[in-house]
């Protein structure tokens, strides 16, 4: 129960507007709500957020320095469309950083946490077999940070963001190949496995099976998905 406070008042919300659409637009990056090659307008997407221009291109400006948004010459933005090269040096990227956030994590998740992670493994698994890609990828992404925020080190925590950012869109291809049966994709995706380990506190077994999901899920977007012939 909160502390009653004197007056009976509750507490305002202090984060400004700016930080909110920022973390609005960083969540849609990560779990893949926009396409590689989707342009964005400061415009179109205040509209969406019920807010002005002016905190849309002051996120637009901190996703570019982060390589998450490139620039277009009219003023607007577009994610960017990497190389197959690029996509498998992040994806090198992410087993080093996810698998040691979810080893220094197992070691540190209690109860309650262990009870919200179980429940958006959960929630991952039924999206999968309900065939709702969109919904997917959102619970992916909130089942994998519900494990690396308890790794205890913020600075590893904004690398994968920042990461995340980056290939995040390019996630959407892990639908392909299983337009009929999205179910399938539980073949590729070792979650489950993470959880038993966590469960367990068998760090290693943790990092192994977050590695793998990472690993094969990356196999199966290269493999099916089309990457334009450039280097970056």
Not at 12 to 26: A, N, Q, S
Not at 198 to 210: F, H, K
Not at 226 to 232: A, D, G, L, S
Request: charged share 25%.
């Amino acid at each position: 129960m909160a502390d009653k406070t004197q007056f009976g008042l509750t507490a305002v919300d202090t984060v400004p507007l700016h930080e909110k659409v920022y973390l609005e637009l960083v969540r849609a990056l990560m779990s893949g709500q926009f396409v590689p090659g989707q342009k964005l307008t400061s415009r179109k997407l205040a509209k969406e957020l019920g807010t002005s221009d002016m905190p849309v291109r002051s996120a637009f400006m901190r996703l570019q320095a982060l390589r998450a948004l490139s620039p277009m010459p009219n003023g607007s933005v577009e994610v960017p469309i990497i190389s197959a090269e690029r996509f498998s040096q992040l994806t090198a990227v992410r087993t080093i950083l996810e698998g040691s956030a979810t080893e220094l994590a197992t070691r540190l998740i209690n109860g309650n946490n262990l009870r919200a992670i179980r429940r958006h493994c959960a929630e991952l698994t039924m999206a999968a077999r309900k065939g709702d890609i969109d919904d997917y990828l959102r619970k992916n992404y909130a089942f994998k940070f519900s494990i690396y925020r308890h790794c205890g080190n913020e600075q590893m925590i904004f690398l994968i963001e920042t990461v995340w950012m980056q290939v995040g869109p390019f996630l959407r291809n892990l639908g392909m190949g299983f337009e009929d049966d999205l179910a399938s994709i539980l073949d590729i995706d070792y979650h489950e496995e993470a959880v038993a380990a966590i469960e367990a506190q068998d760090a290693g077994r943790a990092r192994a099976a977050i590695v793998r999901d990472i690993d094969e899920g990356a196999a199966h977007i290269l493999q099916q998905a089309r990457f334009p012939e450039i280097r970056n």
